[in-house]
T-cell receptor, first 112, second 117 residues
C-alpha cells in the first residue's frame, strides 16, 4: 500500500519567514496530493491540493510543488503569520475521492 | 461548501460498553464515506471505507467485529465501537465524497472524541 513520509515533524519560524514541508510517497499510482491544516481538536481543513498532471500550484501565500518522477511534493508558505501555526498534513491517494494516506504531520509554530 | 456533521462531538463511556458515532452529509449525497482514527499528536489513520448499501472495507489490523460500520443511506454512516476499552480512546473523524461533484471532493466531519474509562 501507499506509504507517505513527511518532514520535518516540527518547524519553528519567525513571522514573515517562509516555511517548507516535504513529503514523499511510494505508490506510483497515486495522483492526488492534498495538504491539510489542523488546529487542535478540530477537523482537517484542505488548504491546497495538486494533481499529478501539474508540477506546481499557488494560492496567495501557499504553494505546492510536485516531482512525480522522484515521488515527492512540498508545501511552501511565504510571509508566515502567527495564525499559520497549526499541524499540517500531507496526503496521497489514487484519486481525490478515494481514501487518503496521510503523512505523520508537521507542527508549525510561527513566532511574532 | 459541502458540510459533514458528526454526532456526538464527544463521549465518555465505561469500559465494556458500546458507543455509536454518526456521520452525516448535510447538503449532498455521499455514496462513500471514510472513517479515520487519530490518536493524540499523531496522524489520521484510515480505519475503513463505508459504501452505501454494501459492506464496509476495513484496513489491515482493524477488527470489523469491534468497529461496526453501517451505511444505510446516502447521507448517513455510523460507526459503533463495541465493547470499548481504554485503548479505543481516540479522535474519530469521518469524511464523505460528494457524488454530485463527480466524487472529486472529500469533506471531513468535525470529529468525535471518545474517552473510555
Amino acid at each position: 500500500g501507499e506509504n507517505v513520509e513527511q518532514h520535518p515533524s516540527t518547524l519553528s519560524v519567525q513571522e514573515g519567514d517562509s516555511a517548507v514541508i516535504k513529503c514523499t510517497y511510494s505508490d506510483s499510482a497515486s495522483n492526488y496530493f492534498p495538504w491539510y491544516k489542523q488546529e487542535l481538536g478540530k477537523r482537517p481543513q484542505l488548504i491546497i491540493d495538486i494533481r499529478s498532471n501539474v508540477g506546481e500550484k499557488k494560492d496567495q501565500r501557499i504553494a505546492v510543488t510536485l516531482n512525480k518522477t522522484a515521488k515527492h511534493f512540498s508545501l511552501h508558505i511565504t510571509e508566515t503569520q502567527p495564525e499559520d501555526s497549526a499541524v499540517y498534513f500531507c496526503a496521497a491517494s489514487v484519486n481525490s475521492g478515494y481514501a487518503l494516506n496521510f503523512g505523520k504531520g508537521t507542527s508549525l509554530l510561527v513566532t511574532p | 461548501g459541502a458540510v459533514v456533521s458528526q454526532h456526538p462531538s464527544w463521549v465518555i463511556c465505561k469500559s465494556g460498553t458500546s458507543v455509536k458515532i454518526e456521520c452525516r452529509s448535510l447538503d449532498f449525497q455521499a455514496t462513500t464515506m471514510f472513517w479515520y482514527r487519530q490518536f493524540p499528536k499523531q496522524s489520521l489513520m484510515l480505519m475503513a471505507t463505508s459504501n452505501e448499501g454494501s459492506k464496509a472495507t476495513y484496513e489491515q489490523g482493524v477488527e470489523k467485529d469491534k468497529f461496526l460500520i453501517n451505511h444505510a443511506s446516502l447521507t448517513l454512516s455510523t460507526l459503533t465501537v463495541t465493547s470499548a476499552h481504554p485503548e479505543d480512546s481516540s479522535f474519530y473523524i469521518c469524511s464523505a465524497r460528494d457524488v454530485t461533484s463527480g466524487g472529486k471532493e472529500q469533506f471531513f466531519g468535525p470529529g468525535t472524541r471518545l474517552t473510555v474509562l
